[in-house]
């Protein structure tokens, strides 16, 4: 079992920047990718970021430039540092660890809101 705390989410004016952190705990050795998708009010939930434990990173293009994914594999914690936020990017963000071996774990989502 692996469990995923969010935390870092919260209210910000266009163009602020948050960062998100999830941090795991519980069976760790066994994540290879950890990400971040987001889901707003009526809409499907969408890839932001991934990060394998490698430190291969993928983005969504519309997060490409804005947003950084990062991981401390000693802390067992990923990192989203979002900049230049828009209104458009308000919605619950969820963290996702991919392991070897069984299902993939989700965490509870933190809520990003932007206002214009």
């Known amino acids: 079992q692996v469990q995923l705390v969010e935390s870092g989410g919260g209210l910000v004016q266009a163009g602020g920047s948050l960062r998100l952190s999830c941090a795991a705990s519980?069976?760790?050795?066994?994540?290879?990718?950890m990400g971040w998708y987001r889901q707003a009010p009526g809409q499907q939930r969408e890839l932001v970021a991934t990060i394998t434990s490698g430190g291969t990173t993928n983005y969504a293009d519309s997060m490409k430039g804005r947003f950084t994914i990062s991981r401390d594999n000693a802390k067992n914690t990923v990192y989203l540092q979002m900049n230049s936020l828009k209104p458009e990017d308000t919605a619950v963000y969820y963290c996702?660890?991919?392991?070897?071996?069984?299902?993939?774990?989700w965490g509870q989502g933190t809520q990003v809101t932007v206002s214009s």
């Open positions: 519980g069976r760790t050795f066994s994540i290879y990718t």
């Open positions: 996702r660890a991919q392991v070897l071996v069984g299902p993939d774990y």
